[in-house]
């Protein structure tokens, strides 16, 4: 007599199991796979928006400063400004000087201008910091490394106060006031991000007063709307193709 080698219930029921949960985690690692390198290339979008974002106001800006011949020094890739302290203050002091209100007099309009006059572009700019830098000479009296550090962070942030403060002042157009009123920032760097040339710091260079912009960086919500558009998108070329 031959026995069947048919399986029990509990071994089919089994392989059913394995097979049903290999073909879920598969479909998991190939959701994953793909949300991977949307995310990847949505992001490198956005990073590429913002770096557009920032030539074209340094652009901008750049082209309306030379044609007032307002001495600035503009980075065509960020959009940072740099103004030598010596442009806006005495040596060792804060307050601006009378060429350094006459200069951000004519400065702080233009650059205004350059950073919302564009609603796409001034839809993105999330806030504008300035920046006080100062050079790492010793203050006289001073020996205590972290008390020079100190000092230099009270004289850099007062120095950035005072342009900010100053901004409100200038004949820019009012109208993006309100703007201004919760895009700008202060900050003191001290002595903390010098200029060097040839490896070593130079003083001069170091001292300054740096305009930098921030812009709004793609959040979940974005990017999940990006992927929604890109799927219409697709899905309206593919549409138009089988129509063809």
Not at 33 to 48: C, D, Y
Not at 92 to 118: M, R, T
Request: glycine share 6%; aromatic share 10%; net charge neutral.
């Amino acid at each position: 007599m031959i026995k069947s080698r048919g399986g029990s219930n509990s071994d089919v029921e089994e392989n059913v199991f394995w097979c049903t949960m290999s073909d879920l985690l598969l479909g998991l690692a190939i959701i994953f796979i793909v949300l991977f390198v949307l995310a990847m290339t949505g992001f490198s979008q956005s990073k590429a928006e913002e770096q557009n974002i920032k030539n074209e106001v340094a652009q901008d800006l750049q082209e309306s400063l030379k044609k007032q011949n307002i001495d600035a020094q503009v980075d065509q890739l960020t959009g940072d400004v740099k103004l030598s302290d010596l442009q806006l203050f005495e040596l060792g002091s804060y307050e601006l000087s009378p060429a350094g209100k006459q200069f951000l007099n004519k400065f702080v309009p233009i650059y205004i201008n350059a950073v919302f006059d564009n609603p796409k572009i001034a839809d993105r700019i999330e806030g504008i910091v300035i920046q006080g830098h100062t050079d790492s000479q010793s203050f006289a009296g001073v020996s205590s490394k972290d008390e020079q550090f100190i000092r230099n962070m009270e004289l850099s942030t007062q120095r950035a106060n005072e342009v900010a403060k100053y901004i409100f002042y200038t004949p820019y157009n009012k109208k993006y006031s309100s703007k201004l009123y919760k895009m700008l920032m202060v900050e003191g760097k001290s002595y903390s991000q010098p200029i060097l040339v040839n490896g070593k710091e130079d003083y001069a260079k170091s001292r300054r007063v740096e305009l930098k912009l921030i812009v709004k960086s793609t959040n979940l919500e974005d990017f999940l709307n990006l992927i929604k558009n890109d799927a219409g998108n697709n899905k309206k070329v593919v549409k138009e193709n089988s129509g063809k």
